[in-house]
């Protein structure tokens, strides 16, 4: 007599549906980790990326490129578009460089103009001002290598409004120039520039009038090293939902509620930026577009005041066009433990987030003449 197949028990399955959740518990972080290896992977390329297009525009121009110019250059309006859009023809960009009218400023740079192709009802600025409207194709042109795929954040929500029903979305971007410290307090001991206006990063503005801004920076410049000058890093993009629709958090900037020159030191306004953070949502939030309007150099930037992966802030007395030399702005990202850096030497390296202020200070200044050593950071 055949006897029939004896089946699972009730225990037995339970165990195996156990033991497939542990496996599986376990497997999951795994495969995040993987991924997120991934992603700081291709973060680092666009950012080495970069650093070919930068030393490739030095070899054309004798110089490194500026953040933007303060003023009328040869009859010219303000040339305000940034270092990003500078290295364009050298990041194999050169359609959209095209599309760059040097007539006009890409944001907020003063006068009005006609409309664009003649079309009756022009597109709005996009709160950039009319202005911006002939720039409107690089402004919404979206570089996928100046955008870290472990950000998801859109940084801005502007958009060009057309006839028709046509929407263009503004462009952000995930990589920021240095400009060093606060160029209006003492920076570090012994930098040659404490106190006199000049801006101490490698990011720098041409100016025919401010004689603090008036300077050329070449590879001459770096008597630090370019392997020990930061040039480019990286931020978590804003939310864009407005002040208050936004969750705390590395994509806000907040209003420190200080002037820019309220302490004898960076260290000591970079301590005092973190006692702003507010416990929930409230007025201290002050912006929530962090990243947006890529080729807009005065926003376009980060400084070394406050260390990686801490709370941003704004000075009480610098406007958002006024970053553009004074900022309190730092780096930031969603990779664990720190930021990629890309140094001036091409190199890029992953910077902890508890790297101590000196070596980051150091870092971000072509000629302070700090000695420092690879593993400080």
């Given at each position: 007599?055949?006897?029939?197949?004896?089946?699972?028990?009730?225990?037995?399955?339970?165990?195996?549906?156990?033991?497939?959740?542990?496996?599986?518990?376990?497997?999951?972080?795994?495969?995040?980790?993987?991924?997120?290896?991934?992603?700081?992977?291709?973060?680092?390329?666009?950012?080495?990326?970069?650093?070919?297009?930068?030393?490739?525009?030095?070899?054309?121009?004798?110089?490194?490129?500026?953040?933007?110019?303060?003023?009328?250059?040869?009859?010219?309006?303000?040339?305000?578009?940034?270092?990003?859009?500078?290295?364009?023809?050298?990041?194999?960009?050169?359609?959209?460089?095209?599309?760059?009218?040097?007539?006009?400023?890409?944001?907020?740079?003063?006068?009005?103009?006609?409309?664009?192709?003649?079309?009756?009802?022009?597109?709005?600025?996009?709160?950039?001002?009319?202005?911006?409207?002939?720039?409107?194709?690089?402004?919404?042109?979206?570089?996928?290598?100046?955008?870290?795929?472990?950000?998801?954040?859109?940084?801005?929500?502007?958009?060009?409004?057309?006839?028709?029903?046509?929407?263009?979305?503004?462009?952000?971007?995930?990589?920021?120039?240095?400009?060093?410290?606060?160029?209006?307090?003492?920076?570090?001991?012994?930098?040659?520039?404490?106190?006199?206006?000049?801006?101490?990063?490698?990011?720098?503005?041409?100016?025919?009038?401010?004689?603090?801004?008036?300077?050329?920076?070449?590879?001459?410049?770096?008597s630090d090293g370019t392997s020990n000058t930061a040039i480019f890093s990286e931020w978590v993009k804003g939310p864009a939902t407005g002040p208050q629709g936004?969750?705390?958090?590395?994509?806000?900037?907040?209003?420190?509620?200080?002037?820019?020159?309220?302490?004898?030191?960076?260290?000591?306004?970079?301590?005092?930026?973190?006692?702003?953070?507010?416990?929930?949502?409230?007025?201290?939030?002050?912006?929530?577009?962090?990243?947006?309007?890529?080729?807009?150099?005065?926003?376009?930037?980060?400084?070394?005041?406050?260390?990686?992966?801490?709370?941003?802030?704004?000075?009480?007395?610098?406007?958002?066009?006024?970053?553009?030399?004074?900022?309190?702005?730092?780096?930031?990202?969603?990779?664990?433990?720190?930021?990629?850096?890309?140094?001036?030497?091409?190199?890029?390296?992953?910077?902890?987030?508890?790297?101590?202020?000196?070596?980051?200070?150091?870092?971000?200044?072509?000629?302070?003449?700090?000695?420092?050593?690879?593993?400080?950071?």
């Amino acid at each position: 007599m055949r006897r029939g197949s004896r089946g699972f028990t009730l225990i037995e399955l339970l165990v195996v549906i156990a033991i497939i959740a542990v496996l599986i518990a376990l497997l999951l972080p795994a495969v995040q980790a993987a991924r997120e290896a991934a992603r700081r992977a291709q973060c680092t390329n666009n950012l080495k990326q970069l650093g070919l297009a930068y030393h490739n525009y030095i070899s054309s121009n004798d110089m490194v490129p500026m953040n933007y110019v303060d003023d009328p250059q040869n009859g010219l309006p303000f040339q305000n578009y940034g270092a990003l859009v500078r290295l364009l023809p050298y990041l194999e960009q050169t359609q959209t460089y095209n599309a760059v009218n040097l007539q006009f400023g890409v944001r907020w740079s003063g006068g009005n103009v006609s409309p664009v192709g003649g079309d009756p009802n022009p597109p709005d600025g996009a709160s950039g001002g009319n202005w911006s409207i002939p720039q409107y194709t690089v402004l919404c042109t979206q570089i996928n290598s100046f955008l870290c795929p472990s950000d998801n954040n859109p940084g801005a929500s502007g958009t060009f409004q057309f006839t028709g029903g046509l929407n263009r979305f503004v462009a952000s971007s995930n990589y920021p120039y240095n400009m060093g410290l606060n160029r209006r307090i003492n920076q570090c001991n012994g930098n040659p520039n404490n106190g006199n206006w000049i801006p101490t990063g490698p990011g720098y503005i041409a100016s025919n009038w401010d004689g603090a801004m008036k300077r050329n920076v070449n590879l001459a410049t770096f008597s630090d090293g370019t392997s020990n000058t930061a040039i480019f890093s990286e931020w978590v993009k804003g939310p864009a939902t407005g002040p208050q629709g936004a969750k705390d958090g590395l994509g806000v900037v907040y209003q420190s509620g200080q002037q820019s020159n309220a302490f004898p030191t960076d260290a000591q306004f970079a301590q005092a930026c973190q006692t702003i953070r507010p416990s929930g949502l409230n007025g201290n939030q002050n912006w929530t577009w962090k990243g947006e309007w890529w080729a807009f150099g005065p926003t376009m930037i980060y400084s070394h005041t406050i260390p990686p992966n801490r709370v941003a802030c704004d000075y009480a007395d610098v406007a958002e066009d006024g970053r553009a030399t004074m900022t309190l702005v730092n780096a930031s990202s969603l990779h664990p433990g720190g930021v990629n850096v890309l140094f001036g030497d091409g190199s890029v390296k992953f910077v902890k987030s508890t790297v101590g202020l000196q070596a980051w200070y150091a870092i971000s200044t072509p000629n302070g003449g700090e000695v420092i050593s690879s593993d400080s950071y």
